[in-house]
């Protein structure tokens, strides 16, 4: 089906008409302490690869898993490749977060999400767990609406970017193939 503004208005409505649920998203997603500095509990990248991998699910990507390569962090990948004959995107993120620094200069815990003001506070809650739920919110909304994208959609989430990605460029050659895009 030949995407419209119709469609494009529907998602929005359904965006709208969920948000909350969104924001509750974003709040389990920035809950997990997901520092993939050393020293750091990597079971909590683990925790948070899986909870961004259910995500994907919940907000209908497909053949979604969490990669393990090398010594990376652990990536996320899912997609959905059903309107023949349009574009591929490729949507990137990371599921990775600073340390929380000192936390007596936190007015709530690192950890903890915090409305204040009709603005989220945790760590992550901005770079980039919100990078991650935007790509889920606008995937979800169309296909929750529509049933449908008005584009073929792959979606990649690191979770090393706070460390400096030193895996992504042998990641992406090795993976050439399932990140093809156009």
Same mark, same amino acid.
């Not at 959905?80 to 929380?100: I, N």
């Not at 606008?138 to 449908?148: N, R």
């Given at each position: 089906m030949a995407h419209n503004s119709t469609q494009t208005e529907k998602a929005i409505e359904y965006f709208n008409s969920h948000k909350a649920e969104f924001l509750e998203d974003l709040k389990g997603l920035v809950r997990i302490p997901s520092v993939s500095f050393a020293g750091f509990d990597q079971k909590e990248v683990e925790r948070s690869a899986q909870f961004t991998a259910d995500l994907m699910k919940k907000h209908g990507l497909e053949n979604v898993k969490v990669i393990h390569f090398k010594t990376a962090a652990p990536y996320v990948y =899912?997609?959905? &490749? !059903?309107?023949? =004959?349009?574009?591929?995107?490729? &949507?990137?993120? $990371? $599921?990775? *977060?600073? %340390?929380? =620094?000192? %936390?007596? *200069?936190?007015?709530? %815990?690192?950890?903890e999400p915090t409305l204040r003001d009709g603005r989220l506070y945790a760590r992550g809650a901005a770079d980039d767990k919100a990078g991650v739920l935007l790509h889920m919110?606008?995937? =979800?909304?169309?296909?929750?609406?529509? !049933?449908? &994208? %008005?584009?073929?959609? !792959? *979606?990649?989430?690191?979770?090393?970017?706070?460390?400096g990605s030193e895996n992504l460029e042998p990641f992406l050659k090795a993976n050439k193939e399932l990140l093809q895009s156009a």
């Open positions: =899912g997609e959905w &490749l !059903k309107q023949k =004959g349009a574009p591929t995107l490729l &949507l990137y993120a $990371h $599921h990775d *977060v600073q %340390p929380p =620094g000192r %936390p007596e *200069v936190w007015k709530s %815990p690192a950890f919110a606008a995937v =979800g909304s169309f296909l929750k609406s529509v !049933k449908e &994208l %008005p584009v073929n959609v !792959k *979606v990649l989430i690191e979770g090393e970017e706070e460390v």
